[in-house]
């Protein structure tokens, strides 16, 4: 297992504007993800982070909206940009311990986004 | 499209009776499949897993059914305790087929557990 911390753990930000989210996790780690969760929806991948690379999107979220960085095998950012109350969520990381090999990911405390 | 449906938003269930989630799928090429627990303020904490080549796994208070012709899979927490009261979400991912960890999951559904 892994234990994963985000910052911030909430904010309230304005429309228009940029929050950056970090995720730390305690051992190195070769997939970071990072999922939404809407009100009262499930969760969703927004993109896999790879170490080196670029991010790989899900279908409906793109590099602009979410940059996403990945400097090493413990640490990721996410980035929300140009925000508007539609982005209001709460916004997760995962880590996947296993090399890829049972797909458990395990995930961090989330971070609660809130937008006027 | 949901391809993996939590059909029940929430489930009551008293101390010591057995508590039974289910979750439905839609892709055949979903190999693998997890139940996470959900505590509010928190992220969700894996619970338990089984691959499709299997149609058991038991761990603990905590086994997992899976019916591959009715594209079906269960939770079962027998005691439930109260600390069992969570929200529960299903999830599944095509591992051999995409080889990448993409994880997709239903809509959760609310367990309490009454004294």
């Known amino acids: 297992s892994a234990v994963i911390s985000q910052k911030p753990s909430r904010d309230i930000c304005q429309r228009g504007t940029s929050l950056t989210i970090q995720c730390q996790v305690d051992?190195?780690?070769?997939?970071m993800f990072w999922y939404r969760q809407q009100p009262g929806q499930s969760l969703t991948l927004i993109a896999t982070?790879?170490?080196?690379?670029?991010?790989?999107?899900e279908s409906g979220f793109v590099i602009d909206k979410f940059p996403i960085s990945r400097p090493n095998l413990t640490f990721s950012t996410l980035t929300v940009s140009n925000m508007s109350p539609e982005d209001s969520s709460i916004y997760l990381c995962?880590?996947?311990?296993?090399?890829?090999?049972?797909?458990?990911?395990?995930f961090g405390p989330g971070t609660r986004l809130t937008v006027l | 499209d949901q391809q993996v449906k939590q059909n029940s938003p929430s489930l009551s269930v008293q101390e010591g009776r057995i508590s039974i989630l289910n979750c439905d799928y839609t892709n055949s090429m979903f190999d693998y499949f997890l139940w996470y627990k959900k505590y509010p303020a928190e992220g969700p904490t894996f619970l338990i897993s089984i691959s499709s080549i299997k149609d058991k796994n038991e761990d603990g208070r905590f086994t997992v059914f899976l019916n591959k012709s009715a594209k079906h899979l269960s939770l079962h927490i027998v005691p439930s305790q109260p600390g069992d009261s969570a929200v529960y979400f299903c999830a599944a991912s095509a591992l051999r087929i995409q080889g990448a960890q993409k994880l997709v999951f239903g809509q959760g559904t609310r367990l309490t557990i009454n004294p």
């Open positions: 982070a790879n170490q080196g690379s670029e991010a790989t999107y």
């Open positions: 995962s880590a996947d311990t296993s090399g890829g090999l049972l797909d458990t990911q395990y």
């Open positions: 051992s190195q780690v070769t997939m």
